[in-house]
């Protein structure tokens, strides 16, 4: 299946207010790491953002940033755990929930995605990615009626939207082969000659 939407892995992307200006010093280390991150320096930037923090422990977008590195790294719990201090620190933001929910579905938590998922919707109902990325994360879970659904319903709000289409043709796909299985299970030859091609 085609991999969720990805994430903009840009250093400037997520500009919030921050309660109080940060410090010179933990100003410096997040531009720098922003700048290793535009670079590539994945390792760099999460250096430079850890210092940040601990310059600055309430500096949102140091968790923000240093969340994306450690998703680009694959560390996904580190990655996790950045994510929800954001959210902690910004609960009605519906951007950090969807990105907290492409972590748990890189780590198989699928349940766990389509929760955060769902929360991004019910803060922005216009989400039209977090549809589809729960209707990911619904057909990993095997619930295929439900991923159609999202998919519908991404596809309504952006018409143009190529990968729901893709998406949902495959949940599609595995329904039907999921029925014919059921149906050859219980005799009908018809249906296992129809799962033995879909499972070609």
């Not at 929800?84 to 609960?91: E, G, R």
């Not at 329904?175 to 050859?184: H, P």
């Amino acid at each position: 299946m085609k991999t969720i939407s990805r994430i903009l892995f840009l250093a400037y992307f997520f500009l919030i207010t921050t309660p109080a200006a940060e410090s010179a010093d933990a100003q410096f280390y997040f531009d720098r790491g922003g700048n290793y991150l535009n670079e590539g320096q994945v390792d760099k930037a999460i250096k430079d953002y850890t210092q940040a923090i601990s310059l600055s422990p309430t500096f949102t977008e140091a968790y923000y940033n240093r969340g994306q590195a450690y998703y680009r790294k694959g560390l996904y719990d580190e990655a996790i755990s950045d994510f929800s201090k954001v959210a902690d620190l910004m609960p009605n933001n519906a951007e950090i929930y969807n990105l907290r929910s492409l972590a748990y579905y890189k780590k198989g938590r699928y349940s766990d995605a389509i929760d955060d998922e769902t929360k991004a919707i019910s803060l922005n109902a216009g989400f039209v990615v977090a549809y589809h990325n729960r209707g990911i994360a619904y057909a990993k879970n095997g619930q295929y009626d439900e991923a159609i659904a999202d998919y519908n319903k991404a596809l309504s709000l952006r018409p143009d939207y190529i990968e729901a289409y893709f998406s949902r043709g495959v949940a599609y796909v595995r329904k039907a082969s999921s029925d014919f299985k059921r149906a050859c299970e219980k005799g009908n030859k018809l249906a296992c000659d129809n799962f033995k091609q879909l499972s070609q």
